[in-house]
């Protein structure tokens, strides 16, 4: 990560070899609608400029179960992606796949055209009259990406390439459209969720009176029972900066900002990342309990967090209804004590930060478990944060071109 995120490094995004290819393109990028894929382990999640959001489990598989096509509830993850059909989402749960949080999976072109595709064509279908076709018939876009720190470390490069350069026709239910990716953002999760924070939507950078109705959006994972002040929340942050944890499915990303002549910024040696630390490796905790305690009464993780999400961990098995979610409550407490040590491992303490934010999916297992001596807060829509944040980068990308 940079120092400064206006830094050629991230607007280099067209081909600088012909002045009057720079010209076209920077008119295409000017003129395109914005589309973010937060492409994670977990779940894809995905949104527009308009605020448009869509989300689904990473997950797919070659289509090969017709009889279940006729299911209307799953319609909507069957793609059709270059002429070839796949289940994806909840429709790749039927049958023997697990989540994509292998790395050879993740960082397999076809799961990258998949997973991408299917997010831009459910993102356009939901307001399609927004996003007008070209002379080609195509619908020209600017892509900003996210990708899992691993990934991008090592990755970037190679996925960038295949991304470029995409032109992929994809059908769902009876929305069909190709798209071609005219422009190139990629960035790691947890730079997004902070430009959520730090930027609003236009791409311009929030002052005092911004920064504390954005936090009044928020929720505080320790509240201490005092009336809040956000604008006092505010000015500590900006006097001290704060600290930046993406509790993803899989890893762990931490990092802290601050305000440098007038501009928030990234404090590059405070960054971290922990394998194994995500929310995925506890919720395989929790399982192992559950079947040592009650034997094989769910069949797997993703039954585990249907339940969760859809019953409050309610199951049924035989004539009983069993509650799973105790077993998860003791093992966020588990994720609540790590999460503390590793962070005061890695920064040597938080109180010199005016505040924490979390966001990722797992943020919310860490409401009312944590100890610690600053105020923590759970972004706002925490698990679309990086998403979102991916939109206001290009967006201030652009904002910054259209200046010069």
Known sequence: MGDL????????VFNSEAKDAKKLKRQKMLENRIIAVDYGFGYTKACDEFGTKVKFLSLSKRYMEPKIEQDIELQEYLAVIDGTKYQIGEFAKIGDVTKMWDMLQATDPLNLKIFIGASLNLIVSKNPSKYPKGEDGAIHLNLSVGLPIDLFKTQ?????KIL?????TVAIGKNKYTFI???????QQGVGAFFAFAYDMAGNQRGLDDIAKELES??????????????????QIINFGLGFCDIGYNTLDCFKITKKNKQFIIVDESAFSLENKGIHNYHEKALTNIIIDRGPIVKDIIACESALEETG??????????????????????LAYDFKNSINQKWGGVNDLGAILLCGGGSYSLYGKLDL???????????YANAVGFVIKMSAIINNMKQK
């Open 373 to 383: 001596p600053v105020t923590v807060f759970i972004m706002k829509d925490a698990e």
């Open 181 to 187: 990716i005219d422009s190139l953002l990629i960035s």
């Open 218 to 235: 928020y929720m505080i994972a320790n509240p201490d029972g005092a009336t809040p002040d956000y604008k006092s929340f505010a000015q």
């Open 313 to 334: 961990g309610e199951i049924k098995h035989g004539r009983q209804i069993i509650n799973i979610k105790p077993y998860f409550d003791n093992i966020y407490n588990e």
């Open 164 to 168: 470029k350069d995409m032109n992929t």
């Open 156 to 160: 970037k490069p190679e996925l960038e």
């Open 5 to 12: 995120f206006f830094m050629s490094k991230d607007t280099a």
